[in-house]
């Protein structure tokens, strides 16, 4: 079934709208909002700087995931509003990693 979620927007099955606005917005943000979080405790506990970095980081490989989806369904798409899209996902994509 989790194969099948991946499979599925890798494959531009999945409306871009949705793999855009819920998929990486709002549940992507949501994980690395979450993530930053628990780094920060973390970080208020005096644990290693390593496993910090380790929680704080650890959501990046999906959302690289999600922004690579989001660019191949807008790409199969075509059009003003999927080129804004994939526009939206690479700046998604490095808020997320800086923030």
């Known amino acids: 079934m989790l194969a099948d979620f991946f499979r599925s927007r890798w ?10 606005w819920r998929d990486m917005v709002l549940v ?16 208020g506990l005096k644990m ?6 380790a929680v704080h980081f650890a959501p ?3 959302a690289i995931f999600l ?6 369904t807008a790409e199969k ?7 804004m899209m994939m526009l939206g996902a690479a700046l998604w994509l ?5 923030i």
Do not use: E, N
Not at 48 to 53: A, D, I, K, S
């Open 28 to 43: 992507g943000t949501a994980i690395s909002i979450a993530s930053s979080v628990a780094a920060l405790i973390l970080l």
């Open 48 to 53: 290693p700087l390593g496993l910090v970095l």
């Open 11 to 20: 494959l531009g099955q999945v409306p871009l709208d949705r793999l855009f």
């Open 94 to 98: 490095i808020a997320t990693i800086v």
């Open 60 to 62: 990046v490989p999906y």
């Open 77 to 83: 798409i075509g059009g003003a509003k999927a080129s």
């Open 67 to 72: 922004m690579s989806a989001v660019w191949r």
